[in-house]
């Protein structure tokens, strides 16, 4: 098993920065990507940023250019820097990790989840 743990969230106005971060716990030698997913109300969970254990990144197009994420290995936790936020990226932010098959992720572990709300 392994636990997520992410925090970071908070209320910022549009156009400030945030900084999430994930620390990853347990049986960790089958994960070789981890990522961050997030859903807004009335919208479904989808995918932000994910990043595998090869330093390959993939990022959603709303978010590229303005969201960058990286890897501490030696620490097991990845973050994600946001720049220039925008009132749409308000959402609940997850931390996951699992597996990259062919051209898709099977996350396994999933976080709490943390709250990110953007003011215009």
């Known amino acids: 098993q392994v636990q997520l743990v992410e925090s970071g969230g908070d209320l910022v106005q549009a156009g400030g920065s945030l900084r999430l971060s994930c620390a990853a716990s347990?049986?960790?030698?089958?994960?070789?990507?981890m990522g961050w997913y997030r859903q807004a109300p009335g919208k479904q969970r989808g995918l932000v940023a994910v990043?595998?254990?090869?330093?390959?990144?993939k990022y959603v197009d709303s978010v590229k250019g303005r969201f960058t994420i990286s890897r501490d290995n030696a620490e097991n936790t990845v973050y994600l820097q946001m720049n220039s936020l925008k009132p749409e990226d308000t959402a609940v932010y997850y931390c996951?990790?699992?597996?990259?098959?062919?051209?898709?992720?099977?996350?396994?572990?999933w976080g709490k989840g943390t709250l990110v709300t953007v003011s215009s």
């Open positions: 347990g049986s960790i030698g089958s994960i070789n990507a």
């Open positions: 996951a990790a699992g597996r990259q098959v062919s051209g898709y992720y099977v996350m396994d572990y």
């Open positions: 990043i595998t254990s090869g330093g390959s990144t």
